[in-house]
């Protein structure tokens, strides 16, 4: 069964800019849950979607948004691009809920903002 | 929301020594999962243990839920098994979302 898919791999973009990165999760699975990572503040985690609805978000600007499809594939979109959110994003799946399931992660995508 | 602390943050062994890396919570939890994270940034899933012990290969993960922490030992070590140890929570409580600890860095020397 193929992993966690992420789309693109390496991205480099100008202050203000727009992003959008996309993650494919593991077959059959519902549950989409984006995080970055940077070396200052680790592992945080950005949102979580289930079933096309959002779950949860964390503790990020409005800038950042996201979305699911009807086949569970979800993007996130970062608007008006500041140098601190160069960072490693990266999308986990799971069967169902994050806090029940196990989450897969994807390679990630690495943002730089110059 | 749940806190999750490891330590240490670093350790440095020689290859074939044993190791324990400590993971703490703050909160009862749902899920609590050990990963490892490649030098090209993939996190790569060892363990899925909320409660309970398990075994793979020369890896194995304690947690014991009501004391609120988990351990990963790793025995025999390898240079391959060099790299960022994450320890991640998803407690019981309102905050729904999984909390990552800030890493174990393991370096095995040859």
């Known amino acids: 069964k193929a992993g966690v898919t992420q789309t693109p791999r390496y991205l480099i973009k100008t202050r203000g800019q727009q992003v959008t990165l996309s993650c494919s999760p593991i077959?059959?699975?519902?549950?989409v849950s984006w995080y970055q990572q940077t070396p200052g503040q680790g592992l945080q985690f950005l949102f979580e979607y289930f079933s096309e609805t959002q779950r949860n978000k964390g503790n990020f600007p409005g800038r950042f948004s996201g979305r699911q499809f009807s086949n569970s594939r979800s993007e996130m979109n970062v608007s008006t691009l500041e140098l601190g959110d160069s960072a490693l994003y990266l999308c986990?799946?799971?069967?169902?809920?994050?806090?029940?399931?196990?989450?897969?992660f994807g390679p990630g995508t690495r943002l730089t903002v110059t | 929301g749940i806190q999750v602390e490891q330590s240490p943050p670093d350790l440095i062994l020689q290859e074939g020594a044993n190791s324990t890396l400590r993971c703490n919570f703050s909160d009862s939890v749902n899920n609590l999962q050990w990963f490892h994270q490649n030098p090209w940034g993939q996190l790569i899933n060892l363990f899925y243990i909320p409660s309970g012990t398990k075994q793979n290969g020369r890896l194995s993960a304690t947690t014991v839920a009501t004391e609120r922490y988990s351990l990963l030992y790793i025995s025999s070590s390898q240079t391959t098994d060099s790299g960022v140890y994450f320890c991640?929570?998803?407690?019981?409580?309102?905050?729904?979302?999984?909390?990552f600890g800030s890493g174990t860095q393991l370096t095995v020397l040859p």
């Open positions: 991640a929570a998803y407690g019981s409580g309102s905050a729904r979302q999984l909390t």
């Open positions: 077959s059959g699975h519902r549950s």
């Open positions: 986990a799946s799971s069967l169902g809920v994050a806090g029940l399931y196990e989450q897969y």
